[in-house]
């Protein structure tokens, strides 16, 4: 049984294959990954407050947000992000050809089109991941969040 699986995107009319890295090289990405957003995370969280009862309606301080930004621009150098657009085009084709011999030419016209294609990559490698950090039970980010901010709402009140 093959434990590869093609994942798919038509983006701007070319056809877009992704395949998930190698575990010690998804797990390498992802530590850029974590290092980038945790920071800007604490930053952001550190600013913010509850308005009300749910996690939509928060306050979010402008200094706060403004030093997450900085965060993950920073954290999210040149270096960092070529070498996940390396990574990620090792594991990629376009219209049936490797994309790290296309890339050049792909892009070329577009830059943003590279970005998209980076977004369907780390897609592929992390939906996972990130759906089970936040969704399972008894470890749920949204739980923390909703614990750290509305710490008088609990599970027996039913708030």
């Known amino acids: 049984m093959s434990q590869i699986t093609e994942h798919s995107e038509v983006i701007d009319g070319k056809t877009f294959v992704v ?5 010690l090289d998804s797990n ?3 530590i850029d990954i974590l290092r980038a957003l945790l920071p800007m995370a604490g930053s952001v969280a550190g600013g913010t407050k509850a308005k009300g009862d749910s996690l939509l309606d928060l306050d979010i301080d402008a200094d ?3 030093g997450g930004v900085s965060a993950l621009v920073a954290a999210l150098d040149k270096p960092t992000i070529r ?10 084709t376009v219209d049936g050809q490797k994309l790290k011999d296309q890339f050049p030419i792909v892009f070329r016209d577009d830059i943003s089109s590279m970005y998209v294609w980076l977004w369907f990559a780390l897609k592929v490698q992390y939906s996972g991941f990130f759906a089970r ?3 399972e039970k008894g ?16 599970p027996e009140s039913g708030s």
């Open 19 to 23: 395949y998930k890295l190698p575990p």
């Open 28 to 30: 390498d990405l992802l």
């Open 64 to 66: 706060a947000m403004a």
């Open 83 to 92: 070498n996940m657009i390396s990574t990620l085009e090792g594991v990629s």
């Open 133 to 135: 950090w936040t969704n």
């Open 139 to 154: 470890g749920s980010l949204v739980d923390v969040l909703r614990a750290a901010l509305f710490p008088q709402a609990s």
